[in-house]
């Protein structure tokens, strides 16, 4: 089993920043692909990014590209989400997943990780 806790939301007025940090317990963290979803008030839940178990792959949704990083340390069982540039519109509860991958890839897609967080609080102020 994989236990995944997410910390570091809060409220940030717009243009600031936040790092979300995610802790991994369980197994062995560097052969699971991470990563970040958030779901908005009365939305569905939607990717945000992802990494692939070495690194050096990443993804992004187009809404965040350019202004969050999603990176991991492996030594620490840890993913970050650094977030800048914050809009009022990436209000919501962030979620960190995890899915048990070798290849060089970490899937986009929410119905493909198995194991969540229990998210985190992000509110922008305009």
């Known amino acids: 089993q994989v236990q995944l806790v997410e910390s570091g939301g809060g409220l940030v007025q717009a243009g600031g920043s936040l790092r979300l940090s995610c802790a991994v317990s369980g197994r062995t963290f560097s052969h699971y692909a991470m990563g970040w979803f958030r779901q908005a008030p009365g939305k569905e839940r939607e990717f945000v990014a992802a990494i692939s178990w070495s690194g050096g792959s990443t993804y992004y949704a187009d809404s965040v590209k350019g202004r969050f990083t999603i990176s991991r340390d492996n030594a620490k069982n840890t993913v970050y989400l650094q977030m800048n540039s914050l809009k009022p519109e990436d209000t919501a509860v962030y979620y960190c997943?995890?899915?048990?991958?070798?290849?060089?890839?970490?899937?986009?897609?929410?119905?493909?990780?198995?194991?969540w967080g229990q998210g985190t609080q992000v509110t922008v102020s305009s």
């Open positions: 997943a995890a899915v048990h991958h070798y290849s060089d890839y970490a899937p986009p897609i929410l119905n493909e990780y198995d194991y």
